[in-house]
T-cell receptor, first 113, second 114 residues
Framework: TQLLEQSPQFLSIQEGENLTVYCNSS?????LQWYRQEPGEGPVLLVT?????EVKKLKRLTFQFGDARKDSSLHITAAQPGDTGLYLC?????????????FGTGTLLAVQP | ETGVTQTPRHLVMGMTNKKSLKCEQH?????MYWYKQSAKKPLELMFV???????ENNSVPSRFSPECPNSSHLFLHLHTLQPEDSALYLC?????????????FGQGTRLTVV
């Protein structure tokens, strides 16, 4: 069974602080996606990383895919209250007729003004 | 506007009721998915439809019955549910069955079984 563990599970920080969220697995994924979900809404895709070691930046967010494509991290610089939400990583698993997205356990981030 | 619309947004039903959840997308995607999101659990993939054919059923109890009449519509028929089935049910769509492409989610249906 493929599992994606995220840490930390909960994070409450002050505006302006930096933070890193980790997504770890013992399985190799073809690609990895990060989503943010706000209360009462569905997840919204932030980024997809495909190549081992790949780094992508989205304004104050930096995403990295591990060299072995088993793990990923999300770093937020100078967090803002608007960054508050549930962050989900998801690994893409290809395999015949059962291509699917395995979601991580989630990290709930609260940024206090 | 995410492009994927789910109705109703909220649903309260008794254990003996029959209800249906609806999902609609006009993004030209040909794959649609049902996910279950419970508190303190990862998103659970329930069903996958590709070109209106069910390609995955993740050991979901038969009290959940999906239907995909065309590539734009997906239903989840519910009957004789249990209180533990209370959760947020999310629909998603994408191009094909390859997850390198972006998955668009609906806003979900918050289901409460009493």
């Amino acid at each position: 069974t493929q599992l994606l563990e995220q840490s930390p599970q909960f994070l409450s920080i002050q505006e302006g602080e930096n933070l890193t969220v980790y997504c770890n697995s013992s399985s190799v994924f073809s690609s990895l996606q990060w989503y943010r979900q706000e209360p009462g809404e569905g997840p919204v895709l932030l980024v997809t990383v495909v190549t081992g070691g790949e780094v992508k930046k989205l304004k104050r967010l930096t995403f990295q895919f591990g060299d072995a494509r088993k793990d990923s991290s999300l770093h937020i610089t100078a967090a803002q209250p608007g960054d508050t939400g549930l962050y989900l990583c998801a690994g893409a698993s290809y395999g015949g007729a059962t291509n699917k997205l395995i979601f991580g356990t989630g990290t709930l981030l609260a940024v206090q003004p | 506007e995410t492009g994927v619309t789910q109705t109703p947004r909220h649903l309260v039903m008794g254990m003996t009721n029959k209800k249906s959840l609806k999902c609609e997308q006009h993004l030209g995607h040909n794959a649609m998915y049902w996910y279950k999101q419970s508190a303190k659990k990862p998103l659970e993939l329930m069903f996958v439809y590709s070109l209106e054919e069910r390609v995955e059923n993740n050991s979901v109890p038969s009290r959940f019955s999906p239907e995909c009449p065309n590539s734009s519509h997906l239903f989840l028929h519910l009957h004789t549910l249990q209180p533990e089935d209370s959760a947020l049910y999310l629909c998603a769509s994408s191009h094909g069955r390859h997850w390198n492409t972006e998955a668009f989610f609906g806003q979900g249906t918050r289901l409460t079984v009493v």
